[in-house]
Structure formats: C-alpha cells, structure tokens
C-alpha cells in the first residue's frame, strides 16, 4: 500500500515516474506525467496526460508506450483500474479501500495539510497606510491579500512577520503637523476628518505651486513671469520652506515636534483600527514597524553600499546603477536627505539579516513596480540575498490591480475623490445586514426569530465576507470591477454563496441529533467518489497557494467543494436514509466537508456565520 500521507495526485505521479524510469530508463524519472483529475467521472478519477508528450520525444507510439507503462505502473491496492485511452491518455480509477484510507487520513484535525520544516520565518509586507492620511481602497486589497497570505504560511506552518510599512516619517506628515501647530488645534482632539481636511490644505499650499514655478523656470518663461509666480506663491513657498524645517527638526527629534507627531498617529491609527477590527485582519499595533522604524539605520545602509563600491555620485546625490538598465537607484539626496527607496532598503536589511526571512513578500500595487525590481536588485548587488545561514532569499512583489468603479475606472465617489475604505465597509456592511434581515423574514428561514444584534453580526460577516472573496477570487493582478450587488448575493462564485452552504450543513448536522461523527467511510456512489475526490485535494490546494501567492485557487477550490457538496447532497439523502451505517458514513463526510469549507474560508480570512 502506498504512503497516504501524500496527495493522490503524487501518489500517481511517483509511481508513474517509476515506471518511466523502469520502461525507458533512469533520465526519465523526473518527466512530469501530467496527472489531473479526470473532468468526467466516467473516466475515472484522476487521468494521466504526459504520455503523449514524452511519445514524442523519445519518437514512439503514443498508445504503445502508454500501454507498456501501463503494464508496469505499481499502483497496487491504490488504483481499480488503469486505461488507456485516446491517443494514449491513462484513466485511473482508485479503489474504495484507498480513497476510504484517505479519507480516514484526511479526518483529522490539519485535515491533511503538511506542515513545513523551513525554519526561516516569511516576512509579508502589507497594508502600508500613510499617517495623516485616510485608508482608502488600494490599501483595502493589500490588507485583504496580505493577511490571507499570512494566514496560508501559518497554516503550513511558517512563522509568518506581518509587517505595517507605515507612511509615518517623510515630508508630507512634517507638513500638516507644521500646519497643525502652528495654527494651534488640539491634537489631543483631533479626529481623522480633521487631520485629513488639514493634509489636504496643507498639501494644496504647499504645491500652489512651486511645481509651477519650476516648470516656468524648465520652458523659460522669463523672469517676469517666475517673478509673478513667486509673488502670487509666496505663501506656498513659505509653507514649503516651514514644512522641510520642521521635517528637519523632527528628525533631529524635537521633544515638541516629536509628541505632536506621536498624536498623529493615534488619531490616524485609531481609525485604521477601526476598519481593520471590522475586516476581521489580524493586524494590529504589534505589527507596526513604519518608515520612522529605520530612521536610525539610513546612514548604515548607505554605508553598506558604498564600502561595497555600488554607491556612485551623481550631482551630489549617491545612486545605484544596474546593469541592465538606464534608471538607477536614488539612495541619498544631495542635500543628504534620504528616500524611500533607503528606508526600505534599511527593511529588507532588517528582514534578511535581523529577522533571518527566507522569503520576502510586498503586497503592494502595481504602480510601485519598478520601485520593487530596484530594490531586489540592488538588495541582491549588496548580498542581502542571503539569510546569515547562507539561505537564499526569494524576494516577491504582488503587483495587484485596481478596483475599478462601473465605467471601468478607477473608483472614485460621485465627487470625483477617492473613495475611502471605511465608506466601503460600511456599505458592504449595511448591504449584508440587508439581506440577512429580509431572508430572516421568511419562516422557513434558519435566522427566522433571530434578534437585532445576531442578525446585525451575520450581515456583518456576510458583508466583509463578500468584499473579501470578491477581492481573493479574482487573479490578483488584473483590475477589477467593484460591484457590490454581485459580491453579496447569495448565488454564483461568491462569498455569501459558500458561506451559506456551510451554514446549511452546520444545521443539517445539527438536526442529525448525533455530536459524534466517526462511523466508516462507505463510499458508494458516484456523487460520494466525486466530493470525496474534490476533498482530498484540500492540502495540495493550500500549499499551492503557499507556493504561488494565488489566494484565487482556493476560492476557485471552495466554490467547487461547494457544488460537489451539493451534488452530492440532491443525489444522496442524508437523515432520510434507512441504512444506519450509509447514514453515519454520510454524516461523516457532511461534517468533514464543513470543517474544510470553514479552515479554507478561515485562511482568506472569511468568518463563517452558524445560521443564515
Ligand atoms: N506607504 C506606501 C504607500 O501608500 C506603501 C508601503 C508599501 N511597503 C513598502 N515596504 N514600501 O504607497
């Protein structure tokens, strides 16, 4: 008997690579054999593909050499049947005493997830908000995707560094907090709308513009005209002049300077809080570590590059240059001052060499693409590619899309500003509590009598649920389309949908009356076979999320658990059923199949309401 502790999907494969070896020699042991589950169960459960392509190679007949491995593919006890097929496909059939093993093996509490030996933690970078500034919805999907990502290693059982890049050391927040100060609001007092009104005025000043001014100086327009300009700007100059004094002075810690700026935070902070509480992330204040993190440690990262020689002058300013590319690296100012680049730069030193991460993951948008090639790049020309251990570190950026309003555009509120995430979450929210209140309605309903708060909690759950799903489902880099209707509705490949089948088997369980469910596995029927051939993929599922940062494979995975399970569920009654044992057995795999629906819902970070 094979080891069951692997996927049936690799149990085939290894024995198929074995007979690759045995039938045409040792160079052909590692040829992927191209196993899939069959799309039709009328051909069995898995079907073996990659025959064909090696005919090729080796200049045989497809269906001949199918046939001679066939012959002497060790499957014995695992698989019914093995059949060749068309132009030299295999089908295979596994037997019930195998897929009953599995099954056995699969019931228990990691439901047949392996865990990793890698010891070398993952640091994953993720929301990333700016101090001063509200969330808004690219923020949303690098904190959605981010944590479940988070979730997925834990799961596999990685220590997993959540890390909170915070925007809270740069000029834009020396200059509302100069603003601030000087026209002496209380920042004990201050709320977010506030703080967000004066970022904006402060940001409208100071840009009023010396950009035009430049620009005026760049086409020479004359110095009359720049001494126009200069006039009619006098008070943005001012400003800028103010806010890079008091950004100098912060930095050079000024106790005042330095309390004010601490309260800033709080007040933005505590908003953040707020939505991250309502999205369900586990992000919290432990996983801060902003820009004003490194604050200390530029000068050193600056000096890493240049006692390696790969810090050049240019102007004043000290760049990185590639090899490969004309856009180099900017990582000290001429003024001395430092980027955004060297801060994060000081964070990959922090991950690779303090935290010893083995995989560094920036959940960041796409627009930031050609920031994150330059830093792997220069981390990599500095050696920061390697853990202390010698480990190779595998640097990744997700560049995810935008959310895009109904016209295919970037959303933004009927006024044309971008849209905040905590109006979208209450939307989601409001829409959620909606439905459930108007199902609760119905008398057949499991929420039927339920009180305000419990229902108020369910639409909840549905509401983020829906956001959340509709953001994992699709592939992570295309935009797509915010359409709130689609996301919360009960039906089609959404959140609501299988939350409401597991909901429903958790009230099919409940009605079963039995609280134990550990009779024998019988697995009968084509629909039983189906389901139980879905579950058993849960554990190569998550480790190729694990693997490829495709949270959409599980969502995909789910909504098809969901309609085997519903299959399965018209074409097999379960309580109604005479035969005790078939019942047990059903029951069984019914619990088996929540459990699993609430660990994968659980790693996107989507609760699971009891009733709906
Ligand atoms: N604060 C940045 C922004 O809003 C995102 C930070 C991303 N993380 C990083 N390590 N650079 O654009």
């Known amino acids: 008997m094979q080891d069951m502790t692997k996927d049936p999907k690799q149990i085939i494969s290894d024995a198929v690579q074995a007979a690759f070896s045995s ?12 196993v899939r589950l069959s799309q039709n169960p009328k051909f069995g459960d898995y079907q073996i593909n990659g025959i064909m392509g090696l005919a090729k190679k080796t200049s045989q007949n497809p269906r001949e050499l199918a046939e001679k491995i066939v012959g002497v593919i060790d499957l014995e006890g695992f698989a019914e049947s093995l059949e060749v097929a068309g132009p030299g496909f295999i089908n295979v059939t596994l037997t019930p005493s195998a897929l009953i093993e599995l099954c056995v093996e699969m019931d228990s509490p990691s439901l047949g997830v392996l865990q990793s030996e890698d010891l070398h933690p993952i640091a994953i970078d993720l929301c990333g908000v700016n101090v001063a500034k509200q969330l808004h919805v690219g923020h949303l999907r690098s904190t959605i995707i981010g944590d479940s990502l988070s979730r ?142 490194y604050r200390d440690r530029l000068e050193s990262v600056v000096d890493s590059f240049v006692k390696s020689n790969l810090a050049e002058e240019d102007d004043g300013a000290l760049v990185v240059r590639f ?53 792997f790049d220069a981390s990599t020309l500095v050696g920061w590619n390697k853990t202390p251990d010698g480990t190779s570190v595998k640097f990744e950026h997700i560049p995810f899309g935008s959310v895009l309003g109904e016209d295919k555009k970037p959303l933004k509120t009927r006024s044309g500003s971008n849209v905040t995430l905590s109006s979208l979450l209450d939307e989601a929210v409001a829409r959620g509590r909606d439905e459930v209140k108007r199902r609760s309605k119905d008398e057949s309903s499991q929420t039927h009598g339920m009180g305000e708060e419990e229902l108020s909690t369910i639409g909840r759950q549905i509401g983020i649920g829906a956001i959340k799903y509709a953001d994992l489902s699709n592939d992570l880099v295309t935009d797509y389309v915010f359409d709130m209707d689609r996301m919360v509705s009960f039906e089609g490949n959404t959140g609501p949908y299988i939350q409401y089948a597991c909901a429903r088997i ?69 309580l109604k059923v005479d035969d005790g044992a078939i019942r047990g057995s059903r029951l069984r795999l019914s619990e088996l199949t929540r459990r699993v629906i609430v660990d994968g819902l659980d790693l996107l970070g989507i609760e699971v309401p009891q009733k709906m």
């Open 323 to 375: 090899k490969d590319r004309k856009r180099p690296l900017l990582i000290r100012k001429s003024d001395g001052g430092f980027m955004y680049a060297t801060t994060d730069l000081a964070a990959v030193y922090f991950r690779t060499q303090e935290l010893e991460c083995d995989r560094l993951i920036y959940v960041v948008d796409a627009r930031q693409r050609d920031h994150f090639k330059d830093l």
């Open 23 to 34: 039938t045409l020699g040792a160079e052909y042991k590692d040829v992927n054999p191209v």
């Open 152 to 293: 997925v290693f834990e799961r596999v059982g990685r220590t997993v560094y959540r890390e909170n890049h915070l925007g809270d050391w740069g000029l834009p927040i020396a200059m509302v907090l100069d603003r601030l100060m000087r026209s002496g609001v209380n920042l004990d007092t201050l709320s977010i709308t506030d703080l967000n009104t004066a970022y904006q005025e402060a940001k409208l000043v100071a840009k009023d513009d010396c950009g035009g001014i430049k620009t005026a100086e760049r086409i020479s327009a004359g110095p009359h005209r720049i001494l126009e300009l200069q006039e009619q700007n006098a008070d943005a100059t001012a400003a800028q002049e103010s806010a890079k004094s008091a950004l100098v002075k912060l930095q050079q810690g000024d106790k005042d300077l330095l309390l004010g700026w601490e309260k800033l935070i709080n007040c933005t902070m505590k908003d953040v809080y707020a939505s991250l509480d309502l999205l369900h992330v586990k992000l919290g204040p432990e996983h801060n570590r902003g820009e004003s993190f």
């Open 506 to 574: 958790t009230s099919l369980l409940e009605k079963s009356g039995e609280t134990d469910f550990s009779s024998n596995f019988i697995i009968n029927t084509p629909q039983e076979r189906q389901l139980v051939i879905t579950l058993l993929q849960y554990g190569a599922v998550v480790q190729n999320v694990a693997q490829n940062l495709e949270p959409h494979i599980l969502c995909m995975w789910l909504h098809e658990l969901t309609g085997a399970f519903s299959s399965f569920y018209q074409a097999c009654p379960v």
